[in-house]
């Protein structure tokens, strides 16, 4: 809650205009996810009135060679075409935005680990996150490059954590600025891309308390009365 989490930002954007489902995993990778995609997808009654996916992988498949979350990059290009393919077709009227994985701050998750326990390191973020570009670009859907625009916003120069501890909590995870950030520019990805699911836009599906007189008035509002 403290770190202002980007879906729980969106939930409150989209408050009685769209339900949002979150389905991140912490340490999953898109092996994994597109194993279990099927199975974590809303209740088919719903799946045609999904609006909106928002793909967010590869900072764990970053992991180098020989850890458990590792996926070699033709893998996670794959698995990523895979995902985008299923949504297709358990959600067909659902937009797609995929989204790239932050840059790894190498000092700042330094701090918070043992030289044994570093897994990946900041090359490997920016290899994973140029493969979401590539295959952003190759399915014509618009990406979210939530890795340059953190890297554009640094101060290299700054600080023992070359700046990234502005944007990440441990050089890996998103800290109260990176949510908001990446908010930020899902938001406006949004608007760009999908004029019609801006929330600002939207209407309430049930009305403000202020917009009707009594019971039967509300009922009426919303095509339900008697």
Known sequence: VDRRGWTAQLA????????LVNRGFGGFNSRWLRAILPAIMPAPDV?????????????NDAQFAGFKCHVPL???RDNLRAIAAALGVLAPGAHLLLVTPPPFGEKLYARFKSPDEIDRGHAGSAAYAQAVRQVAAELHVPCVDLWSAIDARIEPA?????GYDHFLHDGLHLNANGNDLLFALLTDAIKSNFPELDPDAMPFVVPSFRDFDNTDHLLRMLGSSP
């Open 12 to 19: 409150q954007a989209y408050a009685r205009r769209l339900d």
């Open 158 to 162: 700054v600080g023992q954590d070359d």
């Open 74 to 76: 033709d893998e996670f």
């Open 47 to 59: 799946h045609s009135r999904v609006r909106l996916a928002t793909v967010l992988l590869g900072a």
